[in-house]
């Protein structure tokens, strides 16, 4: 009498073996060829990818660092001075700020700025045209620009302009006047400049 030595599976569960044996093979099959490159990795275009842009970001940043070290470097000399067509004008805010905290008056100083508020003109006595002028100080300067002496301003609010004159001292900061010319000759001339051009 024989014994079989053969397991009696069902036909069903030997398919389902079979059929997963299958995938499990593909699976390896398909994760070797990635690992060998023969595949498109996705991942590792994503990765390279990331790692450009990354690159690309830190250029970037590099170039705005040294874009806005320029701009500042820039803004300091603009502060210091100023271009024209025809000249090179220091300024002196140093002294203004000096001027100010000594409360001393009746000096010659140029000031370089931007119109920070344009005023009503002033039109009692002497008409004068307003403004305060921001030089980068924690007090703005007022302009009285005579404007029966010497031809009016066409300014507006952001204008950067050039203002020479005579200082005189104010708790709000000061008031810049002699923007102007002496008719007696007696006094030093004083102008604001405006895109270039000189009005005395």
Same mark, same amino acid.
């Given at each position: 009498?024989?014994?079989?030595?053969?397991?009696? %599976?069902?036909?069903?569960?030997? !398919?389902?073996?079979?059929?997963?044996?299958?995938?499990?093979?593909?699976?390896?099959?398909?994760?070797?060829?990635?690992?060998?490159? /023969?595949?498109?990795?996705?991942?590792?275009?994503?990765?390279?990818?990331?790692?450009?842009?990354?690159?690309?970001?830190?250029?970037?940043?590099?170039?705005?660092?040294?874009?806005?070290?320029?701009?500042?470097?820039?803004?300091?000399? !603009?502060?210091?001075? *100023?271009?024209?067509?025809?000249?090179?004008?220091?300024?002196?805010?140093?002294?203004?700020? $000096?001027?100010?905290?000594? $409360?001393?008056?009746d000096e010659i100083v140029t000031a370089v700025g931007r119109v920070a508020r344009v005023l009503p003109d002033d039109n009692k006595g002497s008409r004068h045209q307003k403004f305060?002028?921001?030089?980068?100080? +924690? @007090? /703005?300067?007022?302009?009285?620009?005579?404007?029966?002496?010497? +031809? =009016? *301003? +066409?300014?507006?609010?952001?204008?950067?302009?050039?203002?020479?004159?005579?200082?005189? /001292?104010?708790? @709000?900061?000061? %008031?810049?006047? /002699?923007?102007?010319?002496?008719? !007696?000759? =007696?006094?030093?001339?004083?102008?604001?400049?405006?895109?270039?051009?000189?009005? @005395?």
């Amino acid at each position: 009498m024989s014994q079989k030595n053969e397991l009696n %599976v069902p036909k069903p569960f030997k !398919r389902r073996i079979m059929r997963g044996a299958m995938y499990v093979a593909i699976a390896g099959a398909a994760w070797f060829a990635q690992q060998q490159g /023969w595949l498109n990795n996705d991942k590792g275009g994503e990765q390279q990818a990331s790692a450009q842009t990354r690159q690309d970001s830190s250029s970037n940043n590099s170039r705005e660092e040294i874009d806005l070290s320029q701009n500042t470097q820039s803004q300091s000399n !603009r502060e210091s001075a *100023v271009n024209t067509k025809n000249s090179r004008v220091e300024n002196d805010h140093a002294l203004i700020a $000096k001027l100010y905290q000594q $409360k001393r008056s009746d000096e010659i100083v140029t000031a370089v700025g931007r119109v920070a508020r344009v005023l009503p003109d002033d039109n009692k006595g002497s008409r004068h045209q307003k403004f305060l002028l921001d030089i980068g100080q +924690p @007090k /703005w300067l007022l302009v009285a620009h005579n404007i029966d002496l010497a +031809p =009016y *301003v +066409p300014l507006k609010q952001g204008d950067q302009v050039i203002v020479h004159g005579e200082y005189e /001292w104010t708790e @709000k900061g000061g %008031v810049l006047h /002699w923007t102007h010319h002496d008719p !007696r000759g =007696y006094h030093e001339e004083g102008y604001i400049e405006h895109n270039g051009k000189k009005y @005395k």
